[in-house]
């Protein structure tokens, strides 16, 4: 099992900032992708970067590429979400997950295995 923690959220200001986190930890061997989705209440999971955790390769979709920047921290075994220029749209429930991906990240949250709990992204005009 892995367990995933994220933290980071709250509430921003729109044109602000944001670094959200996602600690890992158990059997990390399990695990070669990690990514973030985010969700409104009332609309599906939405893909908003992934990396692989070995080589440390970016995957974005072309809607998120530009303000929104995934990194990680091998010896601490987190990932981040960076999220600059803050829009209102970005206001939703932010949720790491991981899983064992063969060949390019998937955007299907039907692919990752654990989740983390989620943490809230409110965003203020």
């Known amino acids: 099992q892995v367990q995933l923690v994220e933290s980071g959220g709250g509430l921003v200001r729109a044109g602000g900032s944001l670094r959200l986190s996602c600690a890992a930890s158990?059997?990390?061997?399990?695990?070669?992708?990690r990514v973030w989705f985010r969700q409104v209440l009332g609309k599906d999971r939405e893909f908003v970067a992934g990396i692989a955790w070995k080589f440390g390769t970016t995957y974005y979709p072309d809607s998120k590429k530009g303000r929104f920047t995934i990194s990680r921290d091998i010896a601490k075994n987190t990932i981040y979400l960076q999220i600059n220029s803050v829009e209102p749209e970005d206001a939703a429930v932010y949720s790491c997950?991981?899983?064992?991906?063969?060949?390019?990240?998937?955007?299907?949250?039907?692919?990752?295995?654990?989740w983390g709990q989620g943490t809230q992204v409110t965003v203020s005009s």
């Open positions: 997950a991981a899983g064992w991906i063969d060949g390019s990240l998937s955007d299907n949250p039907a692919e990752y295995r654990f």
């Open positions: 158990g059997n990390i061997a399990s695990i070669n992708a």
